[in-house]
């Protein structure tokens, strides 16, 4: 009697937010093949059954993934008075949330980002675009080229695509400074400089790029803004 109470309270406190940050969790720490259901339910200490109560399917349960990731992107207010420090921060979020969770990161990349709270981020990005004075065309072309950057960096950090990147004493990773310089000039000339990247710093550098950009952009559009 007192093991099927026991049991009984486990299922009236397992939750959607209860398994999602259970099989985050699993990810964070042994990286997604670990993910099964089978596992997570031992996680929980239930039967795997008793987990699509939650989640209809595998599916469901790696979308569910994406959401909390999404949940830790800030997106400042619409009060922000600085456009280009707002979109810094939304860069620096996003950055961030991917290296908290770099095994399950790719996710976010690979699925829709089709949940309420994914849209309400994307609807706040843009309205930051468009207060700043960009028309709708620019408006997209911008968020395209800052969330492309944004996201093709952080998912190069936290893979070690990057040229260089964890060189040392990773097996199989190319060192870009045992290349030929006579075949490579250019990768062996800088191939000090990849190895030892600040990528906080180059993320910095590129974002800093774009928003120039853009920021000329406005200066171009101003007078038509301005026009009657």
Same mark, same amino acid.
């Given at each position: 009697?007192?093991?099927?109470?026991?049991?009984?309270?486990?299922?009236? *406190?397992?939750?959607?937010?209860?398994?999602?940050? %259970? #099989? /985050? &969790?699993?990810?964070? !720490?042994?990286? =997604?093949?670990?993910?099964?259901?089978?596992?997570?339910?031992?996680?929980?200490?239930?039967?795997?059954?008793?987990?699509?109560?939650?989640?209809?399917?595998?599916?469901?349960?790696?979308?569910?993934?994406?959401?909390?990731?999404?949940?830790?992107?800030?997106?400042?207010?619409?009060?922000?008075?600085?456009?280009?420090?707002?979109? *810094?921060?939304?860069?620096?979020?996003?950055?961030? %949330? #991917? /290296? &908290?969770?770099?095994? !399950?990161?790719? =996710?976010?990349?690979?699925?829709?980002?089709?949940?309420?709270?994914?849209?309400?981020?994307?609807?706040?990005?843009?309205?930051?675009?468009?207060?700043?004075?960009?028309?709708?065309?620019?408006?997209?072309?911008?968020?395209?080229?800052?969330?492309?950057?944004?996201?093709?960096?952080?998912?190069?950090?936290?893979?070690?695509?990057?040229?260089?990147?964890?060189?040392?004493?990773?097996?199989?990773? /190319?060192?870009?400074?045992?290349?030929?310089?006579?075949?490579?000039?250019?990768?062996?000339?800088?191939?000090?400089?990849?190895?030892?990247?600040?990528?906080?710093?180059?993320?910095?550098?590129?974002?800093?790029?774009?928003?120039?950009?853009?920021?000329?952009?406005?200066?171009?559009?101003?007078?038509?803004?301005?026009?009657?």
């Amino acid at each position: 009697m007192r093991l099927r109470c026991k049991l009984s309270s486990v299922r009236e *406190r397992l939750n959607r937010q209860r398994v999602l940050e %259970a #099989a /985050l &969790a699993i990810v964070d !720490a042994e990286g =997604l093949p670990a993910l099964t259901m089978r596992r997570l339910g031992a996680e929980l200490g239930v039967e795997a059954m008793s987990l699509y109560r939650h989640v209809p399917n595998k599916e469901a349960l790696l979308d569910g993934i994406v959401e909390l990731i999404v949940l830790e992107i800030e997106v400042p207010s619409d009060d922000s008075d600085d456009w280009a420090d707002a979109w *810094r921060h939304v860069g620096r979020s996003y950055r961030q %949330a #991917a /290296l &908290a969770h770099p095994n !399950a990161f790719p =996710l976010v990349t690979m699925r829709p980002l089709n949940t309420p709270e994914a849209l309400r981020r994307i609807d706040a990005a843009y309205d930051l675009l468009r207060r700043a004075g960009l028309d709708e065309r620019m408006a997209i072309v911008a968020f395209r080229t800052l969330a492309s950057y944004t996201r093709g960096f952080a998912l190069e950090e936290v893979t070690g695509r990057a040229l260089g990147a964890q060189a040392d004493g990773e097996e199989g990773r /190319l060192d870009p400074r045992d290349l030929p310089a006579t075949e490579f000039p250019r990768i062996s000339e800088l191939a000090p400089r990849h190895v030892a990247t600040d990528h906080c710093a180059v993320f910095e550098g590129g974002l800093d790029l774009i928003l120039t950009g853009l920021e000329a952009e406005l200066e171009r559009l101003a007078p038509t803004r301005s026009s009657p």
